[in-house]
């Protein structure tokens, strides 16, 4: 994984990476498929946003064989971390407390995930 400073991915990048993430090296034409699978999207739109990831070094691309293979240069655990991280700061003023009650507040949460974060606070609370 890439050491450089965060590049921040655009919503279509995301969709790349989210892509390569869950089913690992890919092709450009195999991505794209996915991607068709949500929304309509050109190839050549695809293979564009692929070769801007290159050069952003969010993705790798080998091209030793007649099709590139693209693969994820970024971690998918440190993506959104980095990303939760600039959203808390602009959007809550980094605050945790005022993104878990918006979350909360504006969302049906289910009795497993409200266990979840019942044991995640306990766990939280005897680290302490």
């Known amino acids: 994984m890439s050491h450089k400073k965060f ?5 279509a990048e995301l969709e790349i990476l989210q892509v390569l993430w869950a089913h690992g090296p890919s092709s450009v034409r195999f991505v794209n498929d996915q991607l068709n699978a949500i929304r309509k999207i050109g190839y050549t739109t695809t293979l564009k946003v692929m070769q801007i990831m290159v050069g952003k070094d969010l993705v790798n ?4 064989a007649r099709t590139h293979i693209y693969e994820a240069n970024v971690s998918e655990a440190e993506t959104q971390s980095k990303l939760l991280e600039n959203f808390l700061d602009t959007a809550f ?5 005022r993104l878990v009650m918006q979350a ?4 049906q949460t289910s009795r497993q995930e409200l266990a979840a974060i019942k044991n995640l606070i306990e766990k939280i609370e005897n680290q302490e």
């Open 61 to 64: 691309r080998n091209t030793d």
């Open 7 to 11: 590049q921040k991915p655009t919503d």
């Open 93 to 97: 003023r980094g605050s945790a407390t």
């Open 104 to 107: 909360l507040g504006n969302h």
